[in-house]
């Protein structure tokens, strides 16, 4: 039965060889347990008990939730092909519920590494006499990840942003999101004045033509400015936080993580967070509550005496 099973994935439903593989393996692990071979496997001698019993040894044996779920599909995937058969008249893996899979906690920039950026990415204040494109370009890079950090933006919705979504005198700025739902995000009073002055230059060079978002690139061949779009965002953080970041990662997404971490760690209410980070439910922003757990415990394995380790 399994051998036609997977001839049928195989042939009718054109999986490629290597998910064929796997499922073979699964289903054959799954009659080791049994005591069976693949020839042996009877379906009518199980029930859903032996299901359950195999998938709790799994767990048992130190396989991840993620490892067992998808052997559970490959047995689900088998008594739904033979159901359709007829070949058995009770599909017993349908009340199994699946253990589930360990979801990768967000990983986010130290503090050190937000400040090297920092340091090392300062824009000193327009002044007459400087090139005022050449300024605008710095200032531009330096806001993209400030900004992100110190609002936990998504790129695309940093991308879209225009002047009127900025209120400088009220430290805020209006992000449309996800289906275009729109929030007020607060700022601090450093980056509304930096803001601020990155408008004031940016209307200089472009003279009145406002007709594009906040953020600019300009042509190479002709130096025409031109929207800055949500690759170019993503170029640019990769660049500067990849100066200053041990991280194999570096996008805009990675500094909504950090602005969410920093800000659950320095006391905030998660609902506050939920709210500035534009999430439709809470479970979305619960996350970061695992991940500075998680920086609890490192803290407690390191210092408690009954948790070090021997060297």
Known sequence: ????????????KRYSPRTVKEYGDDLRAWCEFLGWTIEEFDPKELDAGDVKEWMMHMLDAGQSPRSV??????????????????????????TVIVPKADKPLPIFF??????????????????????KEDWLEAMRDYLLVEILYQ????????????????????RKIRVFGKRRKERIVPIGEQLAKLIEDYLLVKHEVLQGNND????LVRKKKNGEWVPFG??????????????VSTLKKHSPHVLR????????????????????????????????????FEQVKQAYDAAHPRRKKKE
């Open 151 to 170: 609002t936990g933006m998504r790129r695309a919705e940093l991308a879209a942003l225009e002047d009127k979504d900025v209120d400088v005198p009220g």
């Open 212 to 215: 594009f978002g906040t953020f």
């Open 110 to 131: 130290r503090e050190s590494e937000m400040e090297a950026f920092k340091e090392q990415n300062k824009v000193p204040n327009y002044e007459e006499g400087m090139d």
């Open 69 to 94: 779920k998808r052997r559970l599909s490959a047995v689900k995937s088998l008594y739904r092909f033979l159901l359709g058969l007829g070949l058995v008249k009770v599909n017993i893996t349908r």
């Open 230 to 243: 949500a690759a170019g965002i993503y170029n640019i953080v990769r660049a500067r936080m990849g100066d």
């Open 257 to 292: 993580h950090t602005f969410a971490t920093t800000m659950l760690n320095n006391g905030a209410d998660i609902r506050t967070i939920q709210t500035i980070l534009g999430h439709s439910s809470l479970e979305a922003t619960q996350v970061y509550t695992h991940t500075t």
């Open 1 to 12: 039965m399994i051998r036609r099973f997977l001839d049928y994935i195989a042939i009718e």
